[in-house]
């Protein structure tokens, strides 16, 4: 089960939301604490930050944060904001897919930095769409709610609609995540977090440290695992990984000249991977 399956399970259907993306995060810069309140405390910790959606109507978008300790199954959540205090999200980068991006809300600031480019490209790009669905349904409800635009003798503009909410802006990002070829481009993101993850995990099965202190017998036990795992097959995916990883590049580089033909190309290098490992 993945991570964005258990977090759904546990905390987001219980409160009869539904989770549109899920990804793990750290913080760019770690906020000053006093040191004696931290004394003796870990933090062995990962961090998701999690886009979810409620299914009463009308629907609210929410940006949850939700933590999970090393070693433990237990989820819980830390931090919920509604799309209405989020008052900016900056890429960072223009220019190209990069790992970092902030998060401005009405009274807090939070610098993330996600696992890899594709994670945060997959949420900006999700998280945009939903900020844009939201306010124009709520613009529309607000329009049919009204009256028939009567205006009074002497009423202004300002007057006319007061108090009216200012929209999520999203500034520094890339247009390709807010542009026509949104579709293509979440297939090209979801491939290449797959193959980050698939390659993370050969790494760290390949080259897994003992830990000091292991009785001989946990030793040898480990040292028949990783003997078990061919190095033939371990350099295969491997090669099959690094030619995806090219492939997507390519990919990615052309969806603008031809969307179809990249979808099509990411959906087959998918089924590549899936096949080899």
């Known amino acids: 089960m993945s991570f964005?399956?258990?977090i759904s399970r546990e905390i987001f259907v219980p409160r009869d939301e539904?989770?549109?993306v899920a990804i793990e995060v750290r913080r760019r810069i770690k906020r000053k604490a006093l040191s004696f309140l931290n004394a003796g405390r870990k933090r062995d910790y990962l961090t998701y930050l999690?886009?979810?959606v409620?299914?009463?109507r009308p629907a609210q978008v929410l940006i949850t944060k939700v933590k999970k300790f090393r070693?433990?199954?237990q989820l819980a959540e830390r931090s919920q904001w509604s799309v209405e205090q989020l008052r900016q999200v900056n890429g960072i980068n223009p220019d190209k897919d990069t790992p970092e991006f902030d998060l401005v809300f009405d009274r807090t600031t939070d610098q993330w930095m996600a696992s890899s480019a594709a994670e945060k490209c997959m949420f900006v790009q999700v998280l945009y769409h939903a900020c844009q669905n939201y306010w124009e349904a709520k613009l529309a409800r607000a329009?049919?709610?009204s009256p028939a635009d009567q205006k009074t003798p002497g009423e202004t503009e300002n007057n006319k609609s007061p108090g009216a909410p200012s929209q999520t802006s999203f500034v520094n990002c890339q247009q390709k995540?807010?542009?026509d070829a949104c579709s293509v481009y979440m297939v090209i993101y979801r491939c290449k977090i797959f193959l980050n993850r698939m390659k993370n995990s050969v790494t760290a099965n390949q080259g897994h440290p003992q830990r000091e202190g292991a009785a001989v017998e946990a030793s040898r036990s480990r040292s028949r695992s990783r003997s078990s795992v061919s190095p033939p097959t371990v350099r295969k995916m491997g090669n099959v990984m690094r030619r995806a990883s090219q492939v997507l590049m390519r990919a990615d580089d052309k969806t603008s000249l031809s969307l179809h033909g990249a979808r099509e190309f990411a959906e087959a290098v998918q089924k590549l991977a899936?096949?080899?490992i």
Do not use: E, W
């Open 4 to 6: 964005q399956s258990a």
């Open 18 to 20: 539904k989770v549109l």
């Open 50 to 52: 999690c886009l979810s």
């Open 54 to 56: 409620t299914n009463s």
């Open 71 to 73: 070693g433990t199954r």
């Open 143 to 145: 329009s049919a709610a």
């Open 177 to 179: 995540l807010m542009g």
């Open 274 to 276: 899936l096949k080899q």
